[in-house]
């Protein structure tokens, strides 16, 4: 069911801060499927009742390292209210449990986890409540007995409305002494009544040759939504959700797109954002979609005025967004 990641990600979206301060149309032909401009089919997410290869249900035990080990993904529980500080209202907290069992008869080192909850049909990115005890490349390696298996718990953040829809859970298992991690994908519905999802229906691809999109419409496989602003003078910042369709049958390594905020006129560059240092870029599962909010700081001159938001895939392929800022 795993899949080991087979290459690095290039270099040139590990290069640089987050925000860096200062387009009509694609410069290159697409490399990749990931923008194609032309496609119009949609994503194609399974029923709740049966889920594409590559993705297992809670509760399911998938092996990682030639099956030295299992990887367990336990189903969520939310707690009651007021059992995390910080929770925004309209907002419940989760908890979900990696199991991580040693298939050997010697001690062994667990392979490191990370965890990143995806829900809706958007997949947009759940967050980590605060005290969270998910085990990351940072943490001290623990060893398991033979045969045994060790616990790891995160709590999530979801909205209330979020009650029934399903969530999609990347788990990223690396193994002692590698780079690369292992990626498994569990789908279960969240806890709750049955709430109808604001996002029905899937995405689909831009008309063939359109060179701009408006924000908050499709273009190919990707999306960026409007841009909200908030803040004033020169603490204002900006926010919009980046959405990448991974229509494919494999995993996709992540969303891989960079943002240019270009405003006004002249084309300012404002910001750029990129993955991994600018928001968290974790795999997508097979036929599903991925939604993260990304933020910028902003002139206050740009405010009200025109701008461009330029997304560039990791191939170099690019597509261009405009609106209104603010």
């Known amino acids: 069911m795993s899949v080991r990641l087979r290459h690095t990600l290039p270099t040139v979206l590990l290069a640089s801060a987050v925000l860096v301060s200062g387009c009509a149309g694609s410069d290159n032909e697409p490399k990749t499927d990931r923008q194609a401009t032309g496609s119009t089919s949609a994503a194609q997410p399974a029923p709740s009742t049966k889920l594409p290869d590559g993705i297992v249900k809670p509760g399911t035990p998938v092996a990682v390292g030639h099956g030295a080990w299992t990887v367990t993904l336990q189903g969520f529980e939310q707690l009651p209210s007021g059992a995390v500080a910080g929770v925004p209202a309209g907002s419940s907290v989760y908890t979900a449990r990696v199991t991580v069992a040693n298939q050997r008869a010697q001690v062994a080192t667990a392979p490191r986890t990370a965890v990143t909850a995806r829900y809706g049909a958007l997949g947009r990115t759940a967050a980590e409540a605060a005290g969270s005890n998910t085990a990351s490349a940072g943490d001290e390696p623990q060893q398991v007995r033979p045969n045994g298996s060790v616990d790891r718990e995160v709590k999530l953040v979801l909205p209330d409305q979020a009650q029934g829809l399903p969530v999609t859970?990347?788990?990223?298992?690396?193994?002692?002494?590698?780079a690369e991690p292992e990626l498994l994908f569990f789908e279960g519905a969240l806890p709750?009544?049955?709430?109808?999802?604001?996002d029905a229906q899937a995405p689909q691809g831009a008309p063939a040759g359109q060179s701009v999109t408006q924000l908050g419409q499709w273009n190919g496989n990707v999306r960026v939504g409007k841009v909200t602003v908030s803040g004033e003078g020169a603490s204002r910042t900006g926010s919009l959700e980046l959405s990448v369709v991974n229509r494919s049958g494999d995993p996709m390594r992540g969303l891989g797109t960079t943002l240019r905020i270009l405003t006004g006129q002249n084309l300012h560059v404002a910001a750029t954002v990129r993955p991994v240092y600018g928001y968290r870029d974790a795999a997508i599962a097979p036929y599903r979609t991925a939604t993260q909010t990304v933020s910028f700081r902003l002139p206050e001159a740009g405010i009200g005025g025109p701008v461009t938001v330029e997304a560039v895939d990791a191939g170099g392929s690019k597509v261009s967004f405009e609106g209104t800022l603010g």
Do not use: I, K
């Open 169 to 178: 859970v990347t788990v990223e298992a690396t193994e002692e002494g590698l």
């Open 192 to 198: 709750g009544g049955a709430a109808a999802s604001p």
